[in-house]
T-cell receptor, first 112, second 114 residues
């Protein structure tokens, strides 16, 4: 059974710092991996989607990498801003494309 | 498109009452998903539909939960009777092509059963 773990559960950094959020999954047979952002009281917003054949995806200050063989993904946020404060969720799609399994997220707080 | 629209945003009900959550997916999306989010268990898939047909309801916790999609633009999740342990945030999401394409989430319904 696929399990997705995100460490740390919470992270506080000062504005301007570069940071890395980690995601690990137990079954490397995945179709793709997605990173989402969730603001308090809001729904999820998709940030980046990495196909299993890709190594990384970039969007603005965000860069997500994928190492399928080791069951790991990282989300790199450059020059963090207070507006980046949110919960970041990692989710993997199984190889058959029939399930989306979420981690419990990392709650990021960026102080000004 | 206005995105996935859920109603109500907040619901407080007494144990034993029937609760109905509503969702309007993005037009043209063939897949609709219902998720539940709690602190303990995170986000869990309850059920999903393809072209209005339920495909996998194995995540529905008990027979007290039921979901319908009478047409392409509307779905309901019903809990009858409700219990305090059903308190959670319920999300609806839609996508063009199942799990392999980007899913768009609604803002959720925060359900509190007292």
């Amino acid at each position: 059974k696929q399990e997705v773990t995100q460490i740390p559960a919470a992270l506080s950094v000062p504005e301007g710092e570069n940071l890395v959020l980690n995601c690990s999954f137990t079954d490397s047979a995945i179709y793709n991996l997605q990173w989402f952002r969730q603001d308090p009281g809001k729904g999820l917003t998709s940030l980046l989607l990495i196909q299993s054949s890709q190594r990384e995806q970039t969007s603005g200050r965000l860069n997500a990498s994928l190492d399928k063989s080791s069951g790991r993904s990282t989300l790199y946020i450059a020059a963090s801003q207070p507006g980046d404060s949110a919960t970041y969720l990692c989710a993997v799609i199984n190889q058959a494309g029939t399930a989306l399994i979420f981690g419990k997220g990392t709650t990021l707080s960026v102080s000004s | 498109d206005a995105g996935v629209i859920q109603s109500p945003r907040h619901e407080v009900t007494e144990m034993g009452q029937e609760v109905t959550l509503r969702c309007k997916p993005i037009s043209g999306h063939d897949y609709l998903f219902w998720y539940r989010q709690t602190m303990m268990r995170g986000l869990e898939l309850l059920i999903y539909f393809n072209n209005n047909v339920p495909i996998d309801d194995s995540g529905m916790p008990e027979d007290r939960f039921s979901a319908k999609m009478p047409n392409a633009s509307f779905s309901t999740l019903k809990i009858q009777p409700s219990e305090p342990r059903d308190s959670a945030v319920y999300f609806c999401a839609s996508s063009p092509n199942g799990f392999i394409t980007e899913a768009f989430f609604g803002q959720g319904t925060r359900l509190t059963v007292v």
